[in-house]
Every structure is written in C-alpha cells, then in structure tokens.
C-alpha cells in the first residue's frame, strides 16, 4: 500500500497543527515551519486534544507516534519529506510564494498540498518548476478526527498525483476524494456557504436565533448527513421508487421562493453585532479548548455508534473506521507472552466520560466491554484474529459470569489480567480480573467461555495447529496456578 514515510508541515495555525497531529499519530515522522513565535504552544494545545480523542476513538494500538520536530526553515522542514502540506493564511500572493519555495527546496518526487479551502490550484501552482505534483487536499476542521479531505488538481496537476495522494492518505484514516474539476471553494465549501448565506437572512430577519438554528440542524438532518450524505438520504424519501420518485415529487418546490440564496445578505455591523451577541449568549460560557473537547468527544461517539451500524460491518465514517482499526491491528506487532507460569495482561482502558452514567460511575455494560475486547486480545495472543475469522473459524462465547466490585469513575485507569482455567482448545475457558491501575484494586471480575467454531458449518471443532501451538503452553503453565476463589459462581451467592 502507497503510503507517507515522512511529513512537513508549513504553517502550524488551527489546521497545519491539526495535519501534524494527524500524521505523528499515525506514526509518521513530521517537522512543521511556523514562524510565529507562539507556533509551539498552539501546536502543542492542538496535539494534546489529539491524543485525547484518539484515546477515545479507538482501542486499536496505534502505530509508534512519529516524532514531531520544529524547523527554523522552510528548506529544513521539507529536506526529505514525501508529503508536504502547506496551511499558511488565505492570501493568494502568501501561498504562492511559499509553494513556489517549497517547489524549490523539496525532493521532486514528493507531493505538495495546500490546505486551501477554496483558492484555485491553478493559481497556486503558476510559478512552480514542478507543477504537476501540486494539489489542494482541503480538509475539515478538525483534520485529526475528521476523515474527509478534498483533492483537487490544478491545470498542470497529473492525474496520477491525485490517484497517489488518495492511496497514500488511506492508511492515515483519511479519505482522499478526487474533485473532476477545479471550481472555486470546490465542493464541500460551496454547500456549506450556500446554508451559511440563508442562516444569515433567517436570524436578520428575526425568523429564529442562533441556537434555535444550530438546534435544527444537530437534531435532524445533520444526523442524517454525517452517515449518509445529501443524495442518498433523498434517495430514501423517495420510498421504494427511489430518487427519480422524490425528484417528482419535491422537484417543483425549487421554483418556490423558499430561500434567499440568490440574494447576497448585507452583512453589515448591525448584523454582525447581533449574530456574534446571540452566538456569545449560546456558547460564550465556554473557552474554546473546552468547546474544542466537546466537539471531538461527540465526534467520536459518533463515528463509534457508525462503526457497528450496518450490522457490525460500519456505515459512513464509521466504516472507514472500522477498515483503520483493522489496518492498525493488521501491522501492530504480535503479543508475546514471556512467562506462561502467571496470569496475562491483556488489555488497558481510561474510563471515558461517555462511560459514565448520572451517579459518575461506569455504567454496567462498560465493565462487560472492558472484558470483552480483553477476550479478543487474547484470541489475537494465540492467532486468531481477523484473518483467521474470514479464513472461517472463529471462537464464539457461549457464557460469562460478570462480578461488579468497585465503583469506577470517569479519567481512570484500568487494565486487565486472565488466567487460562482447564480448557482443550475447543473449549477456551478464562477468569478475568479487571484492576484499577492507581493501586492494583480488583474492580471486576469475569469468568468467560468461548467454544472454538466452523462459521460455515456452524458446529465445534478443534482449532487450527497454529492456534494450539500458542494455546497450550497457556494451558499447562496455567494448570499449575491455584484456581481463583470466585470460578463457578452464580448470580446472588453470598461472598
């Protein structure tokens, strides 16, 4: 798979941080350019929210974080880089002078995007000496949790550098989209500008507020958009006869004079002052970086609960990721267990507040979560992980035994241990302790069953030599250890 060995960064302000972000968590080695004296502390901020989503977003082990290096110089922060992405400010004069530097001192094989959000390409690339390597990659804000980056070309651009920038993006969980022709704003800021210019008339024109308006969206279609998009949601409300349905039906409403979007808003101080006193009244208790936390956090349970839409198999964002997650567990190097005489340690966790319920604790089915992605890291211990599932065997749980002891709170730290019970391989028998990890404490404990299974004949059998390679000496250092006093419980017996 293409992909990115090292990255540079010209421009570290709200998105060239969040592009160094991106990359050093995904492993890549980056240096980032910013001449403003602040450029450390801001990056710094933005990495720091990075990290805390990413812990949030996903269980998979990251890749080895990449090392992220300031540069005095232009010259210095491209000297090796393959991909290079340039977020100085908006100026058409800025950008092209920086690209044409950046042109001049990088390796000519490597690509060169701009984070533009709506300067044409071809504008930029103008006085380029290598200009069929520059594109725009226009992201979202913010680019470390957002997916979505717009690829568009300019006139000397190559088709084939897009194709490139596309596949190389991939393994960092972005996805590339390629934009046939270069139009100002491109696509994304086009639609957005469009809802932007008639939200302007309705609070000029008293119709609602602000937060009314923020209401209408994040309450309903915004939804819908975040995992389906425009079309397709229309698609449905056209029923069973699909969108050439709804085109009949709804079509004729575009000659309405419902909206004012061919009718450029005076933006004047008055409106100003009064969109930016409602906007004050909706979120001005808040700083940003909280507001920045509360938007990555429910960003991330977004794209979490998409990730088991469609019957486990993702929908939107979050099958893109889902197929990151797997590319992530595909290359993290294999658990090695060093002493079979002890209980393994499995897994680790941080108590998100998503986790938590109205009393602050962690909710009941978390702790049986923390158990469950345990179990899959010790089938991922002993071989048997995705590939072995599509090869089409796997290892069903059949019962567990769950014993809430202590209460867990929101921030902190658990990790957990397993001890192999008598168990032949098709039957995989566990105990599992979940600790805090500030003193040890057993918070949780787990008694597990999996049986080992044919998925296409849907009946037992014995696992695969491999497998009980890794398996047995689990087994046999285990039968040595004393059996945990809580096996074979039941629910309500007494302690």
């Given at each position: 798979m293409?992909?990115?060995?090292k990255?540079a960064c010209i421009?570290?302000?709200v ?15 980056t240096?980032?350019?910013d ?6 502390r801001?990056?710094?901020?933005v990495?720091?929210?990075a990290e805390?989503a990413y ?5 998979a ?6 090392k992220l290096?300031?540069?005095r110089s232009?010259?210095e922060?491209v ?6 992405q340039e977020?100085v ?9 920086v690209?044409?530097q950046?042109d001049?001192?990088?390796?000519p094989?490597?690509l060169?995007a701009?984070?533009?959000s709506g ?6 690339q ?6 069929e ?8 804000n913010?680019?470390?949790?957002l ?15 897009l194709?490139?920038?596309r596949?190389r993006?991939?393994p960092i969980?972005m ?11 491109f696509?994304?800021d086009r639609?957005?500008e469009?809802?932007w210019r008639?939200a302007?008339w309705l609070?000029?024109?008293d119709?609602?507020?602000?937060e009314?308006?923020?209401d209408?969206?994040?309450y309903s279609f915004?939804?819908?958009?975040a ?11 056209g029923g069973e006869?699909?969108?050439r349905?709804?085109?009949a ?8 004079p ?6 450029v808003?005076?933006l ?11 906007s004050d009244?909706q979120?001005?208790?808040r700083g940003?970086?909280e ?7 429910n960003?991330?349970g977004?794209?979490?609960?998409l ?18 997650e797997?590319?992530l567990?595909?290359n ?6 060093t002493d079979?005489?002890?209980?393994v ?8 507040p998503?986790?938590?319920d109205?009393?602050g604790h962690?909710t009941?089915?978390r702790y049986?979560?923390c158990?469950?992605d345990s179990a899959?890291?010790?089938l991922r211990?002993i ?8 090869a ?6 059949v019962e ?7 209460e867990?709170?929101?921030g902190?730290?658990?990790?957990v241990?397993a001890?192999?019970l008598?168990?032949?391989g098709k ?9 805090a990890a500030s003193n040890?404490?057993v918070?949780?404990?787990?008694e597990?069953?999996m049986l ?6 849907g009946?037992?059998v014995?696992p695969g030599?491999?497998?009980l390679a ?6 046999a250092g285990?039968?040595r ?11 309500g017996?007494?302690r």
């Open positions: 293409s992909r990115i060995h990255a421009g570290g302000g998105i060239g941080g969040a592009w160094a972000a991106r990359f050093v968590l995904a492993g890549i080695d240096r980032l350019f001449p403003h004296p602040d450029a450390e801001i990056v710094g901020e990495m720091a929210n805390r812990d949030m977003l996903t269980t082990p990251l890749s080895p974080r990449g290096t300031f540069a232009i010259e922060a000297d090796g880089a393959d991909w290079i977020s400010p908006e100026r058409v004069d800025l950008k092209r002078n690209l044409t950046i001049a001192a990088a390796d094989k490597a060169i701009s984070s533009t300067i044409m390409p071809t504008d930029l103008r006085d380029m000496k290598h200009p390597r520059m594109f725009v990659a226009h992201p979202y913010p680019v470390y949790l997916p979505l980056a717009e690829l568009v070309g300019g006139a000397r651009t190559s088709r084939a550098t194709e490139e920038a596949d993006l991939a969980g996805k590339g989209v390629i934009i046939n022709k270069e139009i100002e704003a696509v994304g639609l957005l469009a809802v008639e302007l609070i000029k024109d119709i609602c507020d602000t009314t308006l923020d209408v969206i994040r915004g939804m819908r958009w995992q389906m998009g425009l079309f397709e949601t229309y698609r449905i409300a006869a699909g969108m349905h709804f085109l039906q709804f079509g004729p409403c575009l000659a309405w419902w909206t004012k979007l061919t009718d808003v005076d004047n101080d008055e409106l100003v002052d009064k969109i930016a006193g409602q009244a979120s001005g208790a940003i970086r507001l920045e936390r509360i938007r990555d956090q960003l991330v977004i794209m979490q609960a990730k088991a839409g469609d019957a486990g198999r993702g929908w939107g964002a979050g099958k893109l990721l889902a197929d990151f797997q590319h567990w595909k993290a190097p294999p658990a090695v267990v079979t005489t002890k209980p340690r499995l897994a680790e966790f941080e108590v998100h998503s986790w938590v109205y009393n962690m009941e089915y049986s979560q158990f469950a899959d890291a010790l211990m071989g048997a992980d995705m590939d072995y599932v599509a089409g065997h796997s290892f069903y749980t567990s035994h769950v014993r809430l002891l202590q867990c709170k929101s902190d730290r658990l990790y241990r001890q192999i008598p168990s032949d039957k995989l028998h566990s105990f599992m302790w979940l600790h040890d404490a918070v949780a404990t787990c597990h069953l080992h299974v044919a998925s296409k004949e009946k037992t014995p030599p491999d497998i890794r398996l047995e000496p689990l087994i285990h039968a250890l004393e059996q945990p006093e809580a096996v074979g419980r039941y629910v017996q007494r």
